[in-house]
């Protein structure tokens, strides 16, 4: 049986400013594709994506290469909801910016979107693992940029950061410990990076076979449905 993740749960629901709707999109059926002629007859010509094969790597350990492998598991649970962080940053940044809150109606503002955000994500992240929940802490503060702590007491002020900071603590996590892509982290910078350009795809398939979430896909972030 294992552990269950709260920690991460709640600071994500507290750095969470605004819930999205989502838009819909009408789409056509079919795509552009180019074409050539050459004697008088017509060639369409289409770009075919390239397709990445992974085997394991014989110059690791055993042992490293089951550390490989649960992380490329943990990256794939935890990295959506570092992208989410970053969307719904972005967007709650630019209404506090423009809507000249009083402290009161700022105050009633977080206190309303953490409600439904904790009704919207709550479920979700407490499936993550304790594990998980760290890489999802590393991944928040390579997204916006500030680690997990400057997050919060920046949204909920000094006394709560440093509540959450010492709850962290005990499970093994460190809020304000930043990300670290050339050091620690490297290995999150690289499968973010293959997350981007399609490539992570392939190398899940390979380990695990076809992906449940809809979010790994061969164009990564590019994902459009």
Known sequence: MRTKLIIPAIVLCLIYPLTLTAQKETRREGHVVGFIIENGDTLFVSSIPAIYVYNRDKRKKDKEWREFYKTVHNFARAYPFALQARERMDTADSILAVSNFTPRERER?????????????????????????????????????????????????????????????????????????????????????????????????????????????????????
Do not use: C
């Open 109 to 225: 503002f977080l206190a309303k979107t953490e409600r439904n955000l904790f009704a919207e994500f709550e479920g979700p992240l407490r499936k993550l693992t304790f594990t998980q929940g760290r890489i999802l802490l590393r991944l928040i503060d390579r997204e916006i940029g500030q680690t997990s702590y400057a997050v919060v007491k920046n949204y909920r002020g000094g006394l709560t950061a440093a509540f959450w900071q010492g709850v962290a603590k005990i499970f093994g996590a460190d809020m304000k410990k930043p990300y670290d892509k050339y050091g620690e982290d490297k290995l999150l910078e690289e499968l973010v990076q293959m997350y981007h350009d399609g490539r992570f795809y392939y190398l899940y398939f390979s380990l695990f076979g076809s992906p449940k979430d809809s979010n790994i896909s061969p164009y990564g972030t590019r994902r459009t449905n």
